[in-house]
């Protein structure tokens, strides 16, 4: 059937998973959603069936009359459905080609193939969630943990939309008020005006700030903690990626150099969800294979959020180690001590470790020089206590405690932040940045003594930049592009 493709006509997808279940799921959203459904379907008249009812019938080739599918079939009517369209949910059973089979059937009687992300764009079109709350629906297909979905309920009920909503009325007001006093300037001064735009841009400015302050954590809970794990050769590095993940992923051997490339993989760790990379060990080598993959270390050192560096307890402090330690000294960093089960023999001191005393001693240094320095700052070490966790992975000592530092740190934050409300991804984070720095501009425009028409532009930009947030005031473009990383039949 041939049809133009606007974009109100009645769109069809398979909403589960590819694959072998119990139910498969085809969804039909749109103005014809109930005849095309009927055209395809032997049971109650579905045009006919009162809405909210799930109908048991058969699905069959209008051509050949033959039975595809034996099914259940959801009517709900707009405008209380998921799209605020007319709906159709058939539920087969869960084989791949009988699924497929009934969505080539509503294809075939009129509907067109859904785009990714369509379904839940049409609610957005229709008015019944705005961009903070599509954004939320992936966040929850995506969650990781029970907090990161909590944080997406909560988008999705609205908090974000109403606070942004709110903030921009306010400045709404405040443009409305100004305009009056531009256009009657006999009912009021410009210094009344001025102090007006000021008072307004300064409580705006508080709350985005507010709001950009939960944005590190958002993103977190919303992406995982990018974790790399990291150190030389043989400390543990695998052992401790597997301990976190309950299951033997990583190849752990005794022999120095097993890990050549990075690894990833998602943990829970109380709630914060991490984004694990292990790491091929540190050296200098020869070995061609090791040496990307030594590269590979360096580069997920750089981009990691967190680090843990793992230094081998039973050893005394090798030059690597060191490098390592100054390496990551401005990160945030958790340094693991590990292999406690052994005698220990690394000594953290800043002054005199085993390998530098003799180093020293060989270079012809007095033995009295060194004891000098050493005496002079007995106890300074060379990473911060409070950074340190001492392990032994293959008993599980002191990994609760590891599980606790990691669990503080990012609580750290939250802890502090006045708002329940988060922002928890890139795209939201630009924007409240971008109106901070016009609410900025108005402030600074203001204490410069600007005219109050040049003032108003950016704070007319800041109720912009909000409103792209919601998509109040998004460009198409945005909105298509938004909605493409759906996943399909969403
Ligand atoms: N005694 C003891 N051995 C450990 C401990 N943790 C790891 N090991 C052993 O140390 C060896 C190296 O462990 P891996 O986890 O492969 O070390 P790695 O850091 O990933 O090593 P590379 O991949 O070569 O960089 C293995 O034989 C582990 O069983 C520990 O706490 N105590
Ligand atoms: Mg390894």
Same mark, same amino acid.
């Given at each position: 059937?041939?049809?133009?493709?606007?974009?109100?006509?009645?769109?069809?997808?398979?909403?589960?998973?590819?694959?072998?279940?119990?139910?498969?799921?085809?969804?039909?959203?749109?103005?014809?959603?109930?005849?095309?459904?009927?055209?395809?379907?032997?049971?109650?008249?579905?045009?006919?069936?009162?809405?909210?009812?799930?109908?048991?019938?058969?699905?069959?080739?209008?051509?050949?009359?033959?039975?595809?599918?034996?099914?259940?079939?959801?009517?709900?009517?707009?405008?209380? @459905?998921?799209?605020?369209?007319?709906?159709?949910?058939?539920?087969?059973?869960?084989?791949?080609?009988?699924?497929?089979?009934?969505?080539?059937?509503?294809?075939?009687?009129?509907?067109?193939?859904?785009? !990714?992300?369509?379904?839940?764009? /049409?609610?957005?079109?229709?008015?019944?969630? $705005?961009?903070?709350?599509?954004?939320?629906?992936?966040?929850?297909?995506?969650?990781?943990?029970?907090?990161?979905?909590?944080?997406?309920?909560?988008?999705?009920?609205?908090?974000?939309?109403?606070?942004?909503?709110?903030?921009?009325?306010?400045?709404?007001?405040?443009?409305?008020?100004?305009?009056?006093?531009?256009?009657?300037?006999?009912?009021?001064?410009?210094?009344?005006?001025? %102090?007006?735009?000021?008072?307004?841009?300064?409580?705006?400015?508080?709350?985005? $700030?507010?709001?950009?302050?939960?944005?590190? +954590?958002?993103?977190?809970?919303? $992406?995982?903690?990018?974790?790399?794990?990291?150190? /030389?050769?043989?400390?543990?590095?695998?052992?401790?990626?597997?301990?976190?993940?309950?299951?033997?992923?990583?190849?752990?051997?005794?022999?120095?150099? @097993?890990?050549?490339?990075?690894?990833?993989?998602?943990?829970?760790?109380?709630?914060?969800?991490?984004?694990?990379?292990?790491?091929?060990?540190?050296?200098?080598?020869?070995?061609?294979?090791?040496?990307?993959?030594?590269?590979?270390?360096?580069?997920?050192?750089?981009?990691?959020?967190?680090?843990?560096?793992?230094?081998?307890?039973?050893?005394?402090?090798?030059?690597?180690?060191?490098?390592?330690?100054?390496?990551?000294?401005? %990160?945030? /960093?958790?340094?693991?001590?590990?292999?406690?089960?052994?005698?220990?023999?690394?000594?953290?001191?800043?002054?005199?470790?085993?390998?530098?005393?003799?180093?020293?001693?060989?270079?012809?240094?007095?033995?009295?020089?060194?004891?000098?320095?050493?005496?002079?700052?007995?106890?300074?070490?060379?990473?911060?206590?409070?950074?340190?966790?001492?392990?032994?992975?293959?008993?599980?000592?002191?990994?609760?405690?590891?599980?606790?530092?990691?669990?503080?740190?990012?609580?750290?934050?939250?802890?502090?932040?006045?708002? @329940?409300?988060?922002?928890?991804?890139?795209? +939201?984070?630009?924007?409240?940045?971008?109106?901070?720095?016009?609410?900025?501009?108005?402030?600074?425009?203001?204490? #410069?003594?600007?005219?109050?028409?040049?003032?108003?532009? $950016?704070?007319? #930009?800041?109720?912009?930049?909000?409103?792209?947030?919601?998509?109040?005031?998004? !460009?198409?473009?945005?909105?298509?592009?938004?909605?493409?990383?759906?996943?399909?039949?969403?």
């Amino acid at each position: 059937m041939a049809q133009t493709v606007t974009e109100y006509d009645t769109i069809a997808a398979i909403s589960t998973p590819p694959g072998e279940g119990a139910i498969s799921i085809v969804r039909l959203s749109g103005e014809h959603a109930l005849a095309i459904a009927q055209a395809v379907y032997k049971g109650k008249n579905l045009t006919k069936v009162a809405s909210h009812t799930i109908n048991y019938g058969h699905i069959l080739d209008p051509d050949t009359g033959t039975v595809v599918d034996e099914v259940m079939v959801s009517v709900l009517r707009a405008p209380k @459905t998921y799209t605020r369209e007319d709906m159709v949910e058939i539920n087969t059973h869960g084989g791949i080609v009988a699924t497929n089979r009934v969505l080539q059937l509503l294809l075939g009687a009129g509907a067109r193939l859904a785009e !990714p992300g369509e379904f839940t764009k /049409r609610a957005f079109l229709n008015g019944r969630i $705005d961009l903070t709350q599509a954004e939320s629906v992936m966040d929850l297909i995506r969650a990781k943990t029970d907090r990161s979905l909590q944080v997406a309920v909560d988008q999705l009920d609205g908090n974000l939309h109403h606070l942004i909503t709110n903030l921009r009325q306010d400045i709404l007001e405040v443009l409305a008020q100004v305009e009056v006093n531009i256009d009657y300037p006999e009912y009021d001064t410009d210094e009344m005006t001025t %102090k007006l735009l000021q008072e307004k841009a300064e409580q705006v400015l508080t709350r985005v $700030d507010g709001l950009l302050q939960t944005a590190s +954590q958002g993103k977190v809970l919303r $992406d995982g903690l990018a974790t790399a794990i990291v150190g /030389r050769p043989n400390v543990g590095k695998s052992s401790l990626l597997n301990y976190m993940l309950h299951e033997a992923k990583a190849i752990v051997t005794d022999v120095p150099g @097993t890990t050549r490339d990075v690894l990833e993989e998602y943990v829970n760790v109380r709630g914060v969800p991490l984004r694990l990379l292990d790491t091929a060990g540190i050296r200098d080598t020869d070995d061609k294979v090791e040496k990307i993959g030594v590269e590979r270390s360096r580069k997920a050192l750089a981009q990691a959020d967190l680090v843990m560096l793992v230094l081998d307890a039973s050893q005394p402090l090798t030059a690597e180690d060191r490098d390592l330690i100054a390496a990551t000294a401005a %990160k945030p /960093r958790i340094v693991i001590l590990n292999k406690q089960d052994l005698p220990v023999r690394l000594d953290l001191s800043a002054t005199a470790t085993a390998a530098e005393a003799s180093a020293a001693e060989a270079s012809g240094a007095t033995g009295a020089a060194a004891a000098a320095t050493a005496a002079a700052a007995p106890s300074a070490s060379l990473i911060p206590e409070g950074q340190i966790v001492r392990t032994a992975i293959t008993t599980g000592a002191g990994m609760p405690a590891l599980d606790t530092k990691i669990a503080n740190l990012f609580n750290a934050g939250i802890e502090n932040s006045q708002t @329940t409300v988060m922002v928890t991804n890139a795209r +939201q984070i630009g924007l409240l940045r971008q109106a901070k720095a016009s609410l900025q501009s108005v402030l600074d425009g203001i204490a #410069a003594g600007m005219p109050i028409d040049l003032v108003q532009i $950016d704070m007319t #930009a800041a109720w912009d930049k909000l409103g792209e947030i919601t998509g109040d005031a998004a !460009p198409d473009e945005l909105i298509t592009q938004l909605f493409s990383q759906f996943c399909l039949g969403k």
